[in-house]
């Protein structure tokens, strides 16, 4: 791929993920109150991040409803959307395990319904021997 379609490509990611953000679901909203500005055992999250891959010779990008480099984690929830995208959502979480990037996922009624277990599970992902960065 050139050059200037790379740029095109981070230029469409910049947007699709700005909307989002914009456009966040309840659950996301409750769940990001928690991960946001290192609250969750100073562990660094992203909202609406992308990531970016190359499969065949053909760039093209994720965008992971939350994402932790620190820890290699996303964190996805799932709302109605997600039960017409099965096949689609296997090949992602596929693609990006092969990148050692470990995914959880959650209904939207969980978090909605179940805030603190769902913290305690995103917890439980993180990886053992690892501990949160000082603030720089």
């Known amino acids: 791929m050139s050059l ?3 740029r095109e490509l981070r230029e469409l990611a910049k947007v699709v993920c700005r909307d989002l953000r914009k456009n966040s679901t309840k659950a ?3 769940l ?3 991960l946001r500005n290192r609250n969750l055992d100073g562990r660094k999250f992203l909202r609406q991040h992308p990531l970016f891959y ?3 010779g053909k760039e ?3 965008i992971a409803d939350f994402y932790c480099h620190e820890e290699k984690l996303i964190i996805e929830l799932d709302g109605e959307y997600h039960k017409y995208r099965l096949a689609e959502d296997n090949l992602r979480s596929d693609i990006i395990k092969y990148f050692g ?3 959880i996922r959650f209904k939207n009624e969980k978090v ?4 603190t277990n769902v913290i305690k599970e995103i917890k439980n992902n993180f990886m053992v021997n690892s501990s949160p960065r000082p603030f720089s």
């Open 112 to 115: 909605i319904d179940d805030l």
């Open 54 to 56: 190359d499969l065949n």
């Open 101 to 103: 990037i470990r995914i």
């Open 60 to 62: 093209s990008f994720f």
């Open 32 to 34: 990001w109150k928690f």
């Open 28 to 30: 996301e909203q409750m």
């Open 4 to 6: 200037n379609k790379k």
